[in-house]
């Protein structure tokens, strides 16, 4: 099975600050890799999908790329309301498997 | 409004069966697959079980593989998880899921969650 890898597992930036997630596929996965956020206490959310085609929604600060193995999800402008534990699932076929998760915080 | 509202959740013994359904409403039920993942306490995601529209061929994580079975009645517009052989490490907040685009993938809406307990 495809593992999917994450990292950081979390991070702390300042309000305004550039974030950048990274996740990894064990194998080629195209581009069939969407990004959830998760506020605590809540359900995911869907922000990402295709890897890059954001949701309906979703602030434009939230950007997604990559394609293949290698993923990265980026927030441009880091706000309070995006605290937050972000994950990333590959969906091309089963077990859509998601990555362990990267809490974000702010300092 | 898309709508989820999955019920059945409880404490069971280890060993113990319980069924979860979720009931849907807001959109064309039979056109979409849906999804079970599930979140042990402060931990992360894990996908479970996903079917298609006209509920063939359900997948399967491996942990739970021969003890889940999904299901659904689209005459209902409900999903159902039986759960058997539950153990300890089957703890957690499960949700039912919508696909964004039909087929297998992303999941635009998700439910509240109802929680199991596997415990003596």
């Known amino acids: 099975d495809i593992q999917m890898t994450q990292s950081p597992s979390s991070l702390s930036a300042s309000v305004g600050a550039r974030v950048t997630i990274t996740c990894r596929a064990s194998q080629d996965i195209i581009n069939y890799l969407a990004w959830y956020q998760q506020k605590p206490g809540k359900v995911p959310n869907l922000l990402i999908y295709a890897a890059s085609t954001l949701q309906s929604g979703v602030p434009s600060r939230f950007s997604g790329s990559g394609s293949g193995t290698d993923f990265t999800l980026t927030i441009s402008s880091l706000q309070p309301e995006d605290v937050a534990t972000y994950y990333c699932q590959k969906y091309n076929k089963a077990p859509r498997t998601f990555g362990q998760g990267t809490k974000v915080e702010i300092k | 409004e898309v709508q989820l509202v999955e019920s059945g959740g409880g404490l069971v013994q280890p060993g113990g069966s319980l069924r979860l359904s979720c009931e849907a409403s807001?959109?064309?039920?039979?056109?979409?697959?849906m999804s079970w993942v599930r979140q042990a306490p402060g931990k992360g995601l894990e996908w479970v079980s996903d079917i298609n529209g006209s509920g063939d061929s359900p997948f399967y994580a491996d942990s739970v593989r021969g003890r889940f079975t999904f299901s659904r009645d689209n005459s209902k517009n409900t999903l159902y998880l039986q759960m058997n052989s539950l153990r300890a490490d089957d703890t957690a907040v499960y949700y039912c899921a919508k696909a964004l685009r039909h087929n297998y993938g992303e999941y635009d809406y998700w439910g509240q969650g109802t929680l199991v307990t596997v415990s003596s």
């Open positions: 807001g959109f064309t039920f039979s056109t979409y697959a």
